[in-house]
């Protein structure tokens, strides 16, 4: 199955941080660290974006902003590992503010004419279908299936897209170029976010075929 690809390269990675020596930094339940404090302000700031975006249009400052929280996301989960303060909260805080910047931005976009509406439909039914699937796991006691790094790969090549697309529409001489630089990250995040989808979705009914429902 493809989940299994991708679980497979998950446990692989595992074998060999431990054939190297190297140590998982173990997560906490530890909510004020560096990387969680990051990631509160990312979603602090996302009104912020919407708001220079929709009602001042000024795109060279929601420009600024989507490249520091996209340069924020990446420094988060490096300082998780050096400083030793992977969390649960962080685990779930991250990923959460990296969907909400995406859904924000094609939203956006989309009111401004930057992009398609049926590209935001599918990226933002993308996640609205893989959150059906949670209760299959929460019923049978279960946590949520682990971020395969397809999916990883897909949420930065569409973080690294929505920027060159919004820088695409200023006033300079490179805005054609990275305006079309843009658009194939964009095609190529799509279809990870969506082979990603069928991942998660299949994982999901292998789980419902081979587990049992736990009583309440």
């Known amino acids: 199955m493809l989940w299994k690809a991708g679980r497979t390269a998950i446990e ?7 054939n190297s020596g190297e140590q998982e930094p173990i997560p906490t339940d530890r909510i004020l ?13 996302l009104p912020l974006f919407a708001y220079l975006l929709l009602v001042t249009h000024s795109d060279g400052w929601a420009l600024a902003l989507l490249m520091l929280s996209g340069f924020t996301d990446w420094l988060d989960g490096k300082l998780a590992r050096v400083l030793g303060q992977t969390s649960r909260l962080g685990a779930l805080l991250d990923p959460l503010v990296d969907r909400l910047y995406v859904v924000t931005t094609l939203v956006t976009f989309v009111a401004r004419d930057f992009i398609p509406w049926w590209v935001a439909a599918i990226l933002i039914g993308r996640d609205l279908l893989l959150a059906l699937t949670l209760p299959i796991y929460r019923r049978r006691g279960l946590p949520p299936p682990e971020v395969v790094y397809l999916g990883k790969a897909a949420t930065f090549l ?7 697309i919004l820088a695409g529409h200023g006033d300079w001489a490179i805005g054609p170029f990275t305006h079309a630089f843009g658009f194939a990250f964009l095609i190529w995040g799509t279809v990870l976010y969506v082979w990603t989808a069928a991942i998660y979705v299949l994982k999901a009914v292998d789980v419902a075929r081979t587990h049992e429902v736990v009583p309440r």
């Open 12 to 18: 692989r990675r595992e074998v060999c941080a431990v």
């Open 33 to 45: 660290t560096v990387p969680n404090v990051l990631s509160i302000v990312r979603l602090l700031a």
């Open 158 to 164: 569409l973080m690294f897209a929505l920027p060159l």
